[in-house]
């Protein structure tokens, strides 16, 4: 059984860097393929980000590309998400999850078996 406990959520100005870290325990952090999810106020669940085991694939939603990303430290059984230029629109708590996939970059919820808590990130125009 995998616990994820993620951190470094906050309330922010736009234009501003936060970056979010999701640690792992109870399992081989390097067996799982990990993403990012968020839901806002009044929305389903969406896919953020993911990496494959090795950290050395990624995938973004098109509405984070180029302003997020993500990356792993198997070392650490730490998962991260840098996020720069941040908008209102990405006012959301924000989920880690881990994947028994072995390979790719898993993109729907129900690819993923773990899931932790959650972090409010809030973004303020």
């Known amino acids: 059984q995998v616990q994820l406990v993620e951190s470094g959520g906050g309330a922010v100005q736009a234009g501003v860097s936060l970056r979010l870290s999701c640690a792992a325990s109870?399992?081989?952090?390097?067996?799982?393929?990990m993403g990012w999810f968020r839901q806002g106020p009044g929305k389903e669940r969406e896919f953020v980000a993911a990496?494959?085991?090795?950290?050395?694939?990624?995938y973004y939603a098109d509405s984070v590309n180029g302003r997020f990303t993500i990356s792993r430290d198997n070392a650490k059984n730490t998962v991260y998400l840098q996020m720069n230029s941040l908008k209102p629109e990405d006012t959301a708590v924000y989920y880690c999850?881990?994947?028994?996939?072995?390979?790719?970059?898993?993109?729907?919820?129900?690819?993923?078996?773990?899931w932790g808590q959650g972090t409010q990130v809030t973004v303020s125009s």
């Open positions: 999850a881990a994947g028994e996939v072995q390979i790719g970059t898993p993109r729907r919820a129900n690819e993923y078996n773990y």
């Open positions: 109870g399992g081989t952090f390097s067996y799982y393929a």
């Open positions: 990496i494959n085991r090795s950290g050395g694939r990624t």
